[in-house]
Nanobody, 123 residues
Framework: QVQLVESGGGLVQAGDSLRLSCAASGRTFSRYAMGWFRQAAGKEREFVAVISWSGDSTDYADSVKGRFTISRDNAKNTVALQMNSLKPEDTAVYYC????????????????WGQGTQVTVSS
């Protein structure tokens, strides 16, 4: 089992950058694929990015491709989401999630979740 805690959210202006971090507890962090999801008010939770357990494979939602970068440090049990060129439509609560080994892009495939961190982008 793994516990996840996100940090780094905040209020920024369009075009700004923000870096989210997710700290994981548990000795088997390196065996988990890690994903970032987001949920805007009144909308369903959606996939943002995922990284494989080894860190050599990543995938992104089309809406963030080229602007966001997911990375992980297995030695520190952390995963990060670097968000550049932020847009108002990126406003949401961002969640870190974990699942064993295989990367997936549906939130329904992830059993472990953090509490979320709010990102607000003003125009």
């Amino acid at each position: 089992q793994v516990q996840l805690v996100e940090s780094g959210g905040g209020l920024v202006q369009a075009g700004d950058s923000l870096r989210l971090s997710c700290a994981a507890s548990g000795r088997t962090f390196s065996r988990y694929a890690m994903g970032w999801f987001r949920q805007a008010a009144g909308k369903e939770r959606e996939f943002v990015a995922v990284i494989s357990w080894s860190g050599d494979s990543t995938d992104y939602a089309d809406s963030v491709k080229g602007r966001f970068t997911i990375s992980r440090d297995n030695a520190k049990n952390t995963v990060a989401l670097q968000m550049n060129s932020l847009k108002p439509e990126d406003t949401a609560v961002y969640y870190c999630a974990a699942r064993a080994v295989i990367t997936k892009t549906s939130f329904r495939d992830y059993p472990y979740w953090g509490q979320g961190t709010q990102v607000t982008v003003s125009s």
